[in-house]
């Protein structure tokens, strides 16, 4: 079955540093483009960044860009979030998602193949 299974979450200090990933199985990996979503304490859904298939191409919320980065390695099909610089606001629960998902379009875990999140919590 296809499973995606983040980690790398814990407690930063703002300004420190965090690398989130996601171990993809069950699927091709290679031809997905794939995806970063959080979810703030009492907030919805949020499109965080993604990534193509080749890892060429990359994209981001205006509200990481800049500090966030995505990448992949296909040969150990892992997708990675690099977060830098980080603030209390980017405290939430991540979520690899596979495939491409709109920011403009209201997000759904139940809909598509989403890991089981990884919690990050940025505080002093």
């Known amino acids: 079955e296809v499973q995606l299974v983040e980690s790398g979450g814990g407690l930063v200090q703002p300004g420190g540093s965090l690398r989130l990933s996601c171990a993809a199985s069950g699927f091709t990996f290679t031809y997905y483009d794939m995806s970063w979503a959080r979810q703030a304490p009492g907030k919805g859904l949020e499109w965080v960044s993604g990534?193509?298939?080749?890892?060429?191409?990359?994209s981001y919320a205006d509200s990481v860009k800049g500090r966030f980065t995505i990448s992949r390695d296909n040969a150990e099909n892992m997708l990675y979030l690099q977060m830098n610089m980080t603030k209390p606001d980017d405290t939430a629960v991540y979520y690899c998602v596979r495939g491409r998902i709109s920011p403009t379009q209201a997000l759904d875990r139940r809909v598509g193949y989403w890991g089981q999140g990884t919690q990050v919590t940025v505080s002093s």
């Open positions: 990534i193509s298939r080749s890892g060429a191409d990359t």
